[in-house]
């Protein structure tokens, strides 16, 4: 026996007067009856229109119940798009399948949402470097350079602070400060008590700022200039080029020193030292050069003035 269907005329009078209200767009007399009929349409940036639909539950959900503008389409990467300006677009593939031709319009499809989809790099500034070069790792590996620095620092430092010693303390079987004044003047030096003052600071400290790396531009310079001058004036006791250490104006001993020192002031002391911090420390540059001139004309000058004469007496053009 079939349910005998329900008389739809039939209905409370709550629920008459809510959908007599709904259908004629007034609002509800009282907000606990249905209370988004009190609220206000935010958002909205078009009235609704007659034809608009408004749900039975009077909440607006969609966009033509909103009466909102749903603005232009926006493709999306899996949408074909008309390349062709007739409004067809081509049908995506739908089997394993596929043949060349489909693989080909695959690919393009790609390419052309890779235009809107996505934001290509920018290209590098004028004059900048590319980016695989600015993150390339730089090779601070210098295996026993440092090392090796502090060997010839340690040596050619030590070798100043003997000759040093010599002439302020007479250790090592050296003449002292008076010794010193004696033997400058003896050998041509005027005011020979601010030569040898000159000459032992020169020596002794330079020779300890190399040793300990400290400054070491100004050291190497300092001792560059005291070494010079001792070599010009041992060159030019005898008339000739006298190299050889054996005998009395030899400069062999003092050729190697200054060679040293400008080494020392041309590659920088390294990290074993007390500059490490520094630039000229592993890096020297444009000031080292400077200073290396510096020192020699401070040599030139110096000898010049204190003592006089021409080292290169006899030596081929300088004769």
């Known amino acids: 026996m079939a349910d005998k269907p329900k008389d739809t005329s039939e209905q409370t009078e709550p629920q008459a007067g809510a959908q007599k209200a709904v259908s004629t767009g007034k609002g509800v007399g009282s907000p606990y009856d249905s209370p988004t009929g009190q609220l206000p349409r935010v958002g909205m940036t078009k009235e609704p229109t007659p034809s608009t639909t408004v749900p039975v539950d009077g909440v607006p959900r969609t966009d033509d119940e909103l009466g909102l503008d749903p603005g232009p389409d926006v493709p999306t990467v899996s949408q074909p798009t008309d390349t062709s300006g ?51 790792p730089v090779d601070n590996r210098r295996g026993t350079l440092d090392f090796g620095l502090f060997v010839l620092r340690l040596v050619v430092g030590g070798t100043f602070i003997y000759h040093g010693l010599q002439k302020l303390t007479g250790w090592f079987n050296g003449p002292g400060l008076d010794g010193t004044r004696d033997m400058m003047a003896g050998g041509g030096w005027d005011h020979a008590t601010l030569c040898a003052v ?19 531009p100004l050291a190497a310079g300092a001792v560059l200039a005291v070494i010079l001058d001792a070599w010009a004036w041992k060159q030019g006791m005898i008339p000739g080029f006298q190299y050889r250490g054996s005998v009395p104006s030899g400069v062999e001993l003092e050729s190697v020193l200054a060679g040293t020192a400008v080494v020392i002031l041309l590659t920088g002391p390294g990290r074993w030292s007390l500059d490490r911090n520094r630039g000229w420390a592993i890096r020297p540059r444009y000031g080292s050069f400077v200073v290396l001139v510096l020192a020699v004309v401070a040599a030139v000058v110096t000898y010049w003035y204190l003592h006089g004469g021409n080292p290169f007496t006899g030596i081929g053009p300088f004769d």
Request: charged share 10%; proline share 9%.
């Open 86 to 136: 007739t409004g067809a677009t081509a049908a995506p593939p739908t089997t394993a399948g596929a043949t060349a031709a489909g693989a080909g319009a695959g690919a393009a499809g790609a390419t052309a949402a890779y235009s809107y989809a996505s934001i290509p790099p920018a290209a590098n500034t004028p004059g900048e470097p590319s980016r695989s070069l600015r993150r390339r």
């Open 198 to 216: 000159l000459v032992t600071i020169g020596e002794l400290g330079g020779g300890a700022l190399l040793v300990l790396g400290l400054v070491t």
